[in-house]
């Protein structure tokens, strides 16, 4: 029997997990959600948590804490499981860590017999996206991460501020590398129908093109200076995901900068990374290339060759 029941499993209950479960929840995006954690006892404990906030939601959601096995029949797989890095640890030290951690995890989800969309939120994102690819064995369409998104919401965010206007009215993006090497391509950024540059061009306002430059460090650095106040993030990302995660089970066809494939778009194969995309129900239905000048390509293919070397070192 087919029936509408929007199911979605995330594994990794953690901080990240939770604010994405919750979101879920308060914007009743799925009807079942399956809580899945190497620590039972705290998938359970949020399960209950959640199920009795129901009666005050406006959502009929089937919750529970679950195995792999619960991810058959599952729209959506979340990733948000990870491990921190240890004291004196290197990057790529924690990289193959969390490649171990997600091997323990998309596999038995592969045999699960799952066949919908994973969702990769843990850091790196891009390379754990890659990585979450090439161990699914999945159309590299069905496998994406959250990208820039949370960066471009940021970015919209502060644009509006600036500009006085409604951010849903900002239109530009954060593309790249979710991390240092990201970028704002400001050529493709517009208020309403008019680009920003133009505004700068035009003269005479209150707005000055250098303010553009701090609002993109300010959008980099958004994550560093979170973590210092209160230790890591994780509402914001959790929104990001259920923003995702709707576009996906509606099938909607938004344009979200998702971290997805890239497969010859701006002459790049073999990397994922943050780029406006069209996400639907089969996950990425396709990429919406952006017309970059020569100075944002040279800062594209700088952003893809870290991410392509920090791969290089990974044994899967
Ligand atoms: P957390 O430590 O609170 O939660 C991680 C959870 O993963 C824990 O509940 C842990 O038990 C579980 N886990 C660990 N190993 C597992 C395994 N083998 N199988 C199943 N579960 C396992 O961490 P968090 O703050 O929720 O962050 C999770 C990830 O999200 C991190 O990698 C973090 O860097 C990333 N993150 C990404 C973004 C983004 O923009 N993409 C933003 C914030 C955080």
Same mark, same amino acid.
């Given at each position: 029997?087919?029936? /509408?029941?929007?199911? $979605?499993?995330?594994?990794?209950? @953690? ?54 096995? /619960? ?9 948000? =499981? ?6 004196? #640890? ?20 592969? /045999? ?16 754990? +996206? ?17 990208? +820039?998104?949370?960066?471009? =919401? ?15 009215? $900002? ?22 129908? &008019? ?5 700068? #061009? ?7 093109? #250098? /303010? ?17 106040? &209160? ?25 979200? +900068? ?15 990374? @943050? ?20 100075? #944002? ?20």
């Amino acid at each position: 029997m087919k029936t /509408d029941n929007r199911k $979605v499993a995330l594994v990794g209950a @953690g901080l990240v997990g939770m604010s994405y479960a919750y979101a879920m929840l308060n914007q009743n995006i799925c009807d079942e959600l399956v809580l899945i954690d190497i620590d039972r006892q705290r998938a359970e404990g949020e399960a209950m948590d959640l199920n009795h906030g129901l009666a005050f939601s406006g959502s009929n959601m089937k919750i529970y804490a679950g195995d792999y096995a /619960d991810c058959a029949g599952a729209d959506i797989v979340a990733l948000c =499981a990870g491990v921190a890095q240890k004291p004196g #640890e290197s990057r790529i030290a924690l990289l193959q860590r969390n490649a171990e951690v997600f091997r323990s995890i998309v596999e038995p989800v592969r /045999d699960s017999g799952f066949q919908g969309v994973f969702l990769v939120a843990t850091n790196p994102v891009d390379i754990m +996206t890659r990585i979450t690819q090439l161990l699914s064995g999945f159309e590299s369409s069905r496998v994406l991460g959250t990208g +820039t998104a949370l960066d471009t =919401a940021r970015l919209r965010y502060l644009l509006g501020q600036y500009f006085s206007v409604d951010p849903r009215n $900002v239109h530009a993006y954060v593309i790249g590398e979710h991390g240092d090497s990201e970028f704002v391509p400001w050529s493709q950024a517009l208020i309403a129908t &008019k680009p920003i540059l133009t505004i700068f #061009e035009q003269g005479g306002s209150r707005y000055r093109r #250098e /303010d553009m430059e701090q609002i993109s460090t300010e959008v980099r650095d958004a994550a560093q200076k979170i973590i210092s106040a &209160k230790k890591a993030t994780y509402y914001g990302i959790g929104m990001a995901m259920a923003r995702i995660s709707r576009a996906i089970l509606g099938d909607e066809h938004s344009v979200l +900068t998702v971290s997805s494939l890239l497969q010859g778009e701006y002459g790049l194969r073999e990397v994922c990374l @943050g780029a406006p995309c069209v996400v639907g129900r089969e996950g990425v239905k396709a990429a919406v290339t952006l017309s970059l000048t020569p100075p #944002e390509v040279s800062q594209l293919y700088h952003s893809a060759d870290l991410l392509l070397e920090a791969l290089r070192d990974i044994q899967l």
